[in-house]
């Protein structure tokens, strides 16, 4: 909660500072890499950078949160926070870094906006920023808690066991310890971090959902080769895809992530596009592990059935389930769609859903904003919808 204050400065002052938010992340991610270049080399993503979405992600947290402490004094955003804590805690963030971001964050402030920054402005706005960065620092502390772990000590040796080309640009990878242990525990619909050392010397990281039941012992994650991006898009997946064999060891965080199956029988839709069937395969691989009797609704969109990874697998592990159900769409049918598949974008507003349904969904945010309003429109509350995102998370504050 803000202060008394701080709480008419903000006010007074969020549309302006809101308004330059796009330069303020600019100047601050540049003057930040300069001062530190080992971050944007080993920590920070470099394809995201360079085609601007991560600066995007940052503003729109940042405004999210300081238009919540106006709006709603009394609450806080922990949904926000859990996603972006989890995704700090794969990359083994450090409460440390948050005085890093501070600093830098604070000089680009001044420098966009000048004379307008007095000391009474600066003073409430370092409050905001300590309120988001003391509660995602505590979020970051219980998870590695929650792990056994210490401060971002996420890291660990895996070997790749099986690797399965699932499509022409999608591979999937069996991973066990190094030592041959078990894999740790995870809970399904969680992901890694893998970290690779590229040809020029950068230790780059990618997130990747685990796509397999925790059960089973060893994990998986499945690698859609990106081949479109702007700028170094594609660098972590392309060496993947190039390098990783049977044998290969690569360096993989703990498990995190806050989209994870919940337990009870009420029903639940698994609505995923494109490589977002990942998550969802690693519920329906454990609903099935698990003998679930609950109504579970797959809804599945792809361009085509040839690009659709893990289809078989979808669907054994569907009709494994006595309540399950599968509804697929592809943007091209061709030979090889099942007879229930339709063609075009998921219609998920066509289907007849029960109440009490909770919705997790993954994918493009194009798609994930439509199947939203979809259900919205069908009564399905807001708070029983829940989503991944592959990536800075630019649907922050708008969803």
């Known amino acids: ?27 601050f991610y540049t003057g930040m ?14 394809g995201n950078q360079a085609n601007g979405e991560q600066q995007q992600a940052l503003a729109g947290s940042i405004a999210a949160f300081a238009t ?8 806080r955003p922990d949904a926000m926070l859990s996603r972006i804590a989890n995704k ?8 440390d870094q948050y005085k890093i971001v501070h600093e830098h964050l604070f000089a680009a402030i001044v420098d966009v906006l000048g004379a307008a920054v007095t000391p009474e402005v600066t003073a409430a706005w370092d409050e905001v920023y300590w309120l988001m960065a003391n509660a995602l620092i505590a979020v970051e502390a219980d998870l590695y808690r929650g792990r056994r772990l210490a401060e971002g000590d996420v890291w660990r040796r895996m070997e790749i066991a099986e690797r399965h080309e699932e499509t022409p640009d999608v591979v999937a990878f069996v991973l066990r310890p190094v030592g041959g242990e078990a894999a740790e525990s995870f809970l399904p619909g969680q992901y890694v971090s893998v970290r690779v050392e590229l040809p020029d010397g950068a230790r780059q990281i990618r997130q990747y959902s685990l796509s397999s ?10 690698v859609k080769r990106v081949r479109d991006g702007a700028g170094p898009d594609g660098e972590v997946s392309t060496w993947l895809h190039q390098n990783a064999v049977v044998g290969t060891e690569l360096t993989v965080s703990a498990p995190f992530g806050d989209l994870v199956l919940p337990d009870g029988d009420s029903p639940l839709l698994l609505a995923s596009a494109g490589i977002g069937t990942t998550p969802m395969l690693a519920m329906l691989d454990h609903l099935a592990a698990t003998g679930s009797t ?16 893990h289809r078989d697998e979808q669907r054994r592990l569907t009709e494994a389930l006595p309540g399950g159900v599968r509804h697929l769409w592809y943007e091209e049918i061709g030979d090889a769609a099942p007879g229930t598949a339709s063609i075009g974008h998921a219609d998920v507003g066509a289907l007849e859903l029960p109440d009490d349904l909770t919705a997790y969904l993954c994918g493009p945010l194009p798609f994930m904003r439509a199947v939203r309003t979809d259900l919205l429109r069908q009564g399905v509350s807001p708070a029983a919808i829940h989503y991944e995102v592959f990536g800075p998370d630019l649907w922050l504050g708008q969803a």
Do not use: K, Y
């Not at 609950?294 to 990874?309: E, G, K, L, N, Y």
């Open 33 to 46: 890499f300069r001062a530190h270049p080992e971050l944007p080399r080993d920590l920070f993503n470099r």
């Open 294 to 309: 609950r109504r579970v609704i797959v809804v599945h969109a792809d361009r085509s059935p040839a690009d659709h990874a």
């Open 213 to 222: 039941a925790p059960a089973r012992p060893q994990w998986r994650i499945t």
């Open 1 to 27: 909660m803000l202060s008394e204050q701080s709480l008419p400065l903000i006010r007074a002052t969020l549309p302006a500072v809101g308004a330059a938010l796009g330069e303020i992340t600019t100047r």
């Open 88 to 95: 700090h805690a794969t990359l083994g963030v450090t409460s």
């Open 68 to 75: 919540l402490l106006v709006e709603r004094p009394d609450a």
